[in-house]
């Protein structure tokens, strides 16, 4: 079965060190979204590409970087990890009408930036 | 930006009663999506609904894109159904999906 995956589950950091999470998808969707999940946030989006090569910021994409060199797969970079940055992290993806088709999640990443 | 807004932002229920979720969109929308987060975070598609009406099981949902809301209708509700659930709308201006805040549902034995 298809299906979309994240690693790690849990991370802990320490400050100004650069992180990476990866997301993986076998549905062959060419859209893919990082958000992160806040308490009193909801879920917000840090960065989405709609294909390979193509990439772009969402509403909290400072200190966050993205990079598409497949359909597979949209690595998630804290380049100088903050405590701010300590979160929930979904990964989810999508099929080709941009975001208006129905959007797949990630089990989700837990990171703590000590 | 579009804002969405849901309520209530928390609810308490025996098994066995009824439910509605509301979502609340400020500017128009080009889908609207219903996910339910289970106690562990996993986030579950329910819905895709644009417009119109739609049912799964004790689940459906409205949308009444002109009015610019949604609902969510819970029956039997079951303690299985506990968790949060978050309305996100999609607008072609913003060319993004964006979630609303939550409710969260706790349903007791």
């Known amino acids: 079965d298809a299906e979309i995956t994240q690693s790690p589950r849990h991370k802990i950091t320490e400050t100004g060190r650069q992180v990476t999470l990866a997301c993986h998808q076998t549905?062959?969707?060419?859209?893919m979204f990082w958000y992160r999940q806040d308490l009193g946030h909801g879920l917000r989006l840090i960065h989405y590409?709609?294909?390979?090569?193509?990439?772009n910021k969402g509403e909290v994409s400072d200190g966050y970087s993205v990079s598409r060199s497949n359909t597979e797969d949209l690595p998630l970079t804290l380049e100088s990890a903050a405590s701010s940055q300590t979160s929930v992290y979904f990964c989810?993806?999508?099929?080709?009408?941009?975001?208006?088709?129905?959007?797949?999640f990630g089990p989700g990443t837990r990171l703590t930036v000590l | 930006g579009i804002q969405v807004e849901q309520s209530p932002p928390d609810l308490i229920l025996q098994e066995g009663a009824n439910s509605t979720l509301r979502c609340n969109f400020s500017d128009s929308v080009n889908n609207l999506q219903w996910f339910h987060q289970n106690p562990w975070g996993q986030l579950i598609n329910l819905f895709y609904?644009?417009?119109g009406t739609k049912q799964n099981g004790r689940l459906s949902a409205t949308t009444v894109a002109t009015e610019r809301y949604s609902l969510l209708y819970i029956s039997s509700s079951q303690t299985t159904d506990s968790g949060v659930y978050f309305c996100?709308?999609?607008?072609?201006?913003?060319?993004?999906?964006?979630f609303g805040a939550g409710t969260r549902l706790a349903v007791h034995p």
């Open positions: 989810a993806s999508s099929g080709d009408r941009r975001a208006t088709d129905t959007q797949y």
């Open positions: 996100a709308v999609f607008s072609g201006g913003y060319n993004k999906l964006i």
């Open positions: 609904i644009p417009s």
């Open positions: 590409s709609y294909g390979v090569q193509d990439t």
């Open positions: 549905w062959n969707h060419n859209n």
